[in-house]
C-alpha cells in the first residue's frame, strides 16, 4: 500500500509538470467517457432496469394486426376480449382499458385530462397503492353500480390542492358526476408508453370503472381498447403467442376477417422500448468509436512523452528497477488519468443528459427516468480503469524495450535519442494515428448519410402549406352537447366568429390532424369493387368541416369541397384522397360513384382532393376519405386557422372568440403547423444530431492526436532542423 501512495504521488508530479498535456488528455478522455455514460445511462433506463411495476417480465399487451391491408398494430374490442379471456391457457390476469380525455368542470376553467376507464384487475395488476380511500373493485366491472373515480397522485395535487378530504366528493367529467373513491400514490404512473392510445395523450390522471353487460361479446368491431395481461409463472411471451394465434385463428374464421388477421403478445417492457433499441444500440456502438479513439488519442500523447522519459527510465532500470516496478509506475499513472477523465466525463454526461432532455426528442421513452444513478456512477468508473488500462500497454511497452547504451548516451539532449522527422522510428505512434482518423472518418461518412437523409425527409411535401397555420384542440364533451344538432351548431359558430378575426385567411376543422399521432381507419364497401376471399378494405376516415381543405390549403384534384348544402338533410356526401380515386378509378371519374357501410345508405363522393402525410412525412399513407363534420359531427375536433402573419399572435383572441361562444369547452393544444411539423421530425433530428456530434468529437480527438505528435516531432527535431538551417545558410 505504501508503494502504491508513492506511485500516486510521483503520478501527481509527474502530471503536474506538464499541466497542457495533461489537461488535453484528460479533456479527450472526459469526452470519450462521458459519451459513453451518457448513452449507458439511457440504456439503462430503458433495457436493463425494469418497469416500475411488481414481476414486470410476466407483463404484457395483446394487439391486433392485419399486415396485408397495411395494419401493422390495431386496437382489440372487448368481444375478443371475452374470447381470449375464456380461451387461454398463459394468462393468469387480464384488463381491458380504454383511454380517453375527459373534461374536468367545476374549478375556474374547466380542464382537459387524461383518463383511463378500465377493469379493476388492471390497478391491482400494476401494483397501484391508495393514498387516500381505495382501488376501484371487482364488484364495479359489472354494469349498474355507482359511478366513481380514482385520482392520479399528480391531478389531486394540481387541482385539488392534495385535498385530505377529498375522497367522497364529487366531481364532474364530461358533466357527469363521479364520486372520488381513491387518490393512487406518487410513485405509480401509467402513460401513453406502456397504454398507446389511438389519440396524442400523455400520463393518465383519473381512472374510472370500464363496465362490461352480457352484450359485451357482441362488440366486436369497437377496436378501440388495450389488452394488459399477467403472463403465468414459467409462461413465457413465445409460448404465449403460439396460445393467442389459434384464439386469432378462431376470431378470424368467426368474424371473416381478413386472412392476415392476426394476435401478437408483446412484453411490456419492449412496447415501452419499441423501436428505440435499434437507435440507442447504433448510438452505444457510435460512441464506443469515439471512446477508442480518445484512448488511442490519449496512448500516443504518452508516447510522445514517454520519448522525452526515455533516459530516466534508462536511470531507473540501470540501478536497479525492474520492469515489473516501471510498468506498475507507469500503469498507476495511466490509470489515474482514467480516473481523472472518468471524472470530468460525468460532468459531460450531466450536461448532454440535459441537452437531451431540452431537445426532447420523442423517441426516448421513460425520460423522466433517465439520470446519473449508482450503476451509471459503477459503469463510468469501470471504463475509467479499462481506459487507463489500455491506453497506458503502449507507454508499458514501449519502457521496457528502452535501449539503455543508447539513451545514456544521448547526454544532454535528454531523450531526443530519436530526433528527426523519421516516421519509421514511430510505426506504433503512426497506426495509433491512422486508426484515429479511420475511425473519426467512418463516423463522419455515417453521420453525414443520415444527415442527407434527414435532408431528404425534409424536402418531403406533406400534402399541404403548413406555413401561417395556427392549430389547437377542441373539446365540447357536456352533456347539452351530446345532440348532433347542438355540436354542429357550436362549431359553425366558433368558426364564424374565427372567420371573422383581423389576420385570419381560413378556419376549418378536422377530427385527425395531421401530424399529431391522432388514427381513425374502419372498413367501408366501394361501388364495383368486391374484395377477394378472406381479404377486407380498411382506409382512413376524418370528418372535416366545409372550409378545412382551403385552410390547409389541400389541393382540390377534381370535383368540389364540402359546402354549406351538405346538412343532415342532404344526401350523404363524402371526398376521396387522390390514393383511393388512382387504386379504385384510375381510368375513370370517381365523381358521383359510391361508397357505403349500409348499402341502404350509399355516400356520395363529391370530390377528390390531394394525398395527405397523415402519420409523418416518413410513413406511407393509407388511402382516406373525408366525411362532412355536419353530416357527421364529433364532440372532439382540432380546428386550423390559416392567417396572414405570424399566427401565435393571433392564438389568444381565437381562444377567447372559442370561450364566447361558450365558456366551458376546453382548448388545449395551442401549436403551429410548422410546430408540429418540427415535433414529428424530432427522432430523425434526434439520432441526425447525436451521430453528427459524436462524429465531430472523434474529427477533433484525431486531429489533436496529430498535432501532438507532430508537435512532438518537432520539438524532438530542434537539434537536426538547426544543424540543417545552418548548412542551408552556409551553402
Request: charged residues 20%; glycine residues 8%.
Amino acid at each position: 500500500m505504501r508503494t502504491l501512495f508513492q506511485d500516486l504521488r510521483f503520478a501527481l508530479r509527474t502530471l503536474r509538470k506538464n499541466m497542457t498535456l495533461t489537461l488535453v488528455m484528460v479533456a479527450s478522455l472526459a469526452i470519450g467517457i462521458g459519451a459513453n455514460s451518457a448513452i449507458f445511462s439511457v440504456v439503462d433506463a430503458l433495457l436493463l432496469r425494469p418497469l416500475p411495476y411488481p414481476e414486470p417480465d410476466r407483463l404484457a399487451a395483446v394487439w391486433l394486426h392485419s399486415p396485408a391491408i397495411g395494419i401493422l398494430r390495431d386496437w382489440p374490442s372487448p368481444g375478443q376480449y371475452i374470447d381470449i379471456q375464456n380461451e387461454n391457457h398463459s394468462f393468469e390476469l387480464m384488463a381491458l382499458a380504454q383511454s380517453r380525455p375527459f373534461t374536468l368542470a367545476g374549478r375556474e376553467q374547466p380542464e382537459r385530462i387524461d383518463g383511463l376507464r378500465a377493469q379493476s384487475s388492471l390497478l391491482k395488476m400494476l401494483g397501484a397503492k391508495p393514498l387516500l380511500g381505495r382501488l376501484l373493485l371487482p364488484e364495479e366491472d359489472q354494469p349498474g353500480k355507482p359511478a366513481v373515480a380514482i385520482l392520479s397522485n399528480r391531478l389531486w395535487e394540481r387541482s385539488f390542492n392534495s385535498d385530505q378530504e377529498i375522497v367522497g366528493k364529487s366531481i364532474r367529467l364530461d358533466g357527469n358526476p363521479f364520486t372520488v373513491a381513491g387518490v393512487l400514490q406518487r410513485w405509480f404512473m401509467l402513460n401513453a408508453e406502456v397504454m398507446p392510445s389511438e389519440g396524442p395523450m400523455d400520463k393518465m390522471d383519473v381512472f374510472l370503472p370500464l363496465p362490461l353487460g352480457a352484450d359485451a361479446v357482441q362488440k366486436r368491431g369497437d377496436e378501440n381498447y388495450n389488452i394488459v395481461v399477467r403472463m403465468k409463472p414459467g409462461v413465457s411471451v413465445q409460448q404465449a403467442q403460439a396460445d393467442i394465434s389459434v384464439i386469432a385463428s378462431r376470431i378470424r374464421e368467426k368474424d371473416k376477417r381478413d386472412l392476415s388477421f392476426g394476435m401478437h403478445v408483446v412484453g411490456l417492457q419492449e412496447q415501452v422500448v419499441g423501436d428505440v433499441r435499434r437507435a440507442l444500440l447504433v448510438l452505444l456502438g457510435s460512441v464506443a468509436l469515439v471512446l477508442l479513439i480518445a484512448c488511442a488519442n490519449v496512448a500516443n500523447l504518452l508516447l510522445t512523452r514517454a520519448a522525452g522519459r526515455e533516459k530516466e527510465v534508462a536511470i531507473r532500470t540501470a540501478v536497479g528497477a525492474g520492469w515489473q516496478r516501471l510498468a506498475r509506475q507507469l500503469l498507476t499513472e495511466s490509470i489515474l488519468l482514467g480516473v481523472l477523465g472518468g471524472a470530468a466525463g460525468l460532468v459531460v454526461a450531466q450536461l448532454s443528459l440535459y441537452v437531451v432532455r431540452a431537445m426532447n426528442p420523442g423517441n426516448i421513452p421513460r425520460l423522466e427516468d433517465i439520470a446519473i444513478n449508482g450503476t451509471v456512477l459503477a459503469f463510468t468508473f469501470g471504463i475509467s480503469l479499462a481506459t487507463g488500462i489500455l491506453f497506458g500497454v503502449a507507454p508499458v511497452w514501449r519502457a521496457i524495450k528502452v535501449d539503455l547504451n543508447t539513451s545514456l548516451k544521448a547526454g544532454g539532449r535528454s531523450g531526443q535519442s530519436d530526433g528527426g522527422l523519421h516516421l519509421r522510428r514511430h510505426r506504433l505512434r503512426g497506426l495509433l494515428v491512422i486508426s484515429e482518423l479511420a475511425l473519426s472518418l467512418m463516423l463522419l461518412i455515417g453521420a453525414g448519410l443520415l444527415v442527407r437523409s434527414f435532408a431528404r425527409l425534409q424536402s418531403v411535401h406533406p400534402g399541404f402549406t403548413i406555413d401561417r397555420v395556427l392549430t389547437m384542440q377542441i373539446a365540447a364533451n357536456d352533456p347539452k352537447y351530446h345532440g348532433d344538432k347542438a355540436v354542429t351548431n357550436l362549431y359553425k359558430e366558433i368558426g364564424a366568429r374565427i372567420a371573422h378575426l383581423p389576420g385570419v385567411v381560413a378556419e376549418g376543422a378536422v377530427s385527425a390532424l395531421p401530424l399529431t399521432g391522432s388514427v381513425g381507419w374502419g372498413g367501408i364497401s366501394v361501388e364495383g369493387y368486391q374484395p377477394p376471399p378472406g381479404q377486407e378494405l380498411q382506409v382512413d376516415m376524418r370528418a372535416a368541416s366545409t372550409d378545412y381543405f382551403r385552410a390547409m390549403e389541400i389541393p382540390l384534384v377534381k370535383g368540389r369541397f364540402f359546402s354549406e348544402h351538405d346538412t343532415m338533410d342532404m344526401p350523404q356526401a363524402v371526398i376521396i384522397d387522390d390514393k383511393f380515386a388512382q387504386r379504385f378509378w384510375s381510368h375513370d371519374d370517381p365523381i358521383g360513384k359510391h361508397l357505403w357501410f349500409d348499402p341502404k345508405k350509399p355516400f356520395t363522393i363529391v370530390g377528390v382532393v390531394g394525398v395527405v402525410k397523415q402519420y409523418g412525412l416518413e410513413a406511407d399513407t393509407k388511402i382516406a376519405i373525408y366525411f362532412p363534420h355536419e353530416q357527421h359531427p364529433w364532440n372532439d375536433l382540432y380546428l386550423v386557422a390559416r392567417t396572414s402573419s405570424d399566427p401565435g399572435g393571433l392564438s389568444a383572441a381565437v381562444v377567447q372568440q372559442i370561450h364566447s361562444v361558450d365558456p366551458g369547452v376546453v382548448v388545449y393544444g395551442i401549436r403551429t403547423m410548422r410546430e408540429r411539423l418540427h415535433d414529428s421530425l424530432a427522432r430523425q433530428r434526434f439520432s441526425s444530431t447525436m451521430l453528427g456530434a459524436f462524429s465531430l468529437f472523434a474529427l477533433l480527438l484525431a486531429a489533436v492526436g496529430l498535432y501532438g505528435v507532430m508537435s512532438h516531432l518537432v520539438t524532438q527535431s530542434t537539434h537536426d532542423i538547426g544543424v540543417l538551417v545552418t548548412l542551408l545558410i552556409c551553402a
